[in-house]
Antibody, heavy 116, light 113 residues
Framework: EVQLVESGGGLVQPGGSLRLSCAASGFTSSRYYMHWVRQAPGKGLVWVSRINSDGSSTTYADSVKGRFTISRDNAKNTLYLQMNSLRAEDTAVYYC?????????WGKGTTVTVSS | DIVMTQSPDSLAVSLGERATINCKSSQSILNSSNNKSTLAWFQQKPGQPPNLLIYWASTRESGVPDRFSGSGSGTDFTLTISSLQAEDVAVYYCQHYYNTPLTFGQGTRLEIK
């Protein structure tokens, strides 16, 4: 079964850090670009970041540029999102997604809450 | 960035009636390699993750009831629910995956009249 499973979410204070993981199974994720998407409480879906298949190219939404880092370990079929200098507005459910496979696949998300 | 605009923002339809949601992209999202539009539709119920309904604008995901259908090409797309059921109450999003950044419509809230 093709699957993405996120983990690593939790409660963190403003200014803190957190690393999210996304484990892929049922397909060779190393062949494909991977994305992070987030959804703040009561809001819509917003793209966060993308990494290419070998990890050599990354792009970010302006709202997270310079604070978040996307990376991957293809040997472990795992995608990461290192989040630093967290702000209250980063509070959201974070989803990983892959559009290179057919059909596209999303994980079920991990919740990040930034609060003192 | 490609802007995705959905209409209407909310919709109330009677049980058994047809529901139609529109989505317009600010530019073509046609994948020239396979001549398919890079458009997906998601359903999201409260407290749940988005559920993929349609991809390539008109291909129904496995397990999705056949009352859901997607159509359109170029910049104009439609999600149709042919006979609304109570369990279809949700927010629906369109999204392109033509390039980065992926962008989403603002969502359409579907309710029972």
């Amino acid at each position: 079964e093709v699957q993405l499973v996120e983990s690593g979410g939790g409660l963190v204070q403003p200014g803190g850090s957190l690393r999210l993981s996304c484990a892929a199974s049922g397909f060779t994720s190393s062949r494909y670009y991977m994305h992070w998407v987030r959804q703040a409480p009561g809001k819509g879906l917003v793209w966060v970041s993308r990494i290419n298949s070998d990890g050599s190219s990354t792009t970010y939404a302006d709202s997270v540029k310079g604070r978040f880092t996307i990376s991957r370990d293809n040997a472990k079929n795992t995608l990461y999102l290192q989040m630093n200098s967290l702000r209250a507005e980063d509070t959201a459910v974070y989803y990983c997604a892959c559009y290179g496979v057919t059909p596209p696949v999303w994980g079920k998300g991990t919740t990040v809450t930034v609060s003192s | 960035d490609i802007v995705m605009t959905q209409s209407p923002d909310s919709l109330a339809v009677s049980l058994g009636e047809r529901a139609t949601i529109n989505c317009k992209s600010s530019q073509s999202i046609l994948n020239s390699s396979n001549n398919k539009s890079t458009l997906a539709w998601f359903q999201q119920k409260p407290g749940q993750p988005p559920n993929l309904l349609i991809y390539w604008a008109s291909t129904r995901e496995s397990g999705v009831p056949d009352r859901f259908s997607g159509s359109g090409s170029g910049t104009d797309f439609t999600l149709t629910i042919s006979s609304l059921q109570a369990e279809d109450v949700a927010v629906y999003y369109c999204q392109h995956y033509y390039n980065t950044p992926l962008t989403f419509g603002q969502g359409t809230r579907l309710e029972i009249k």
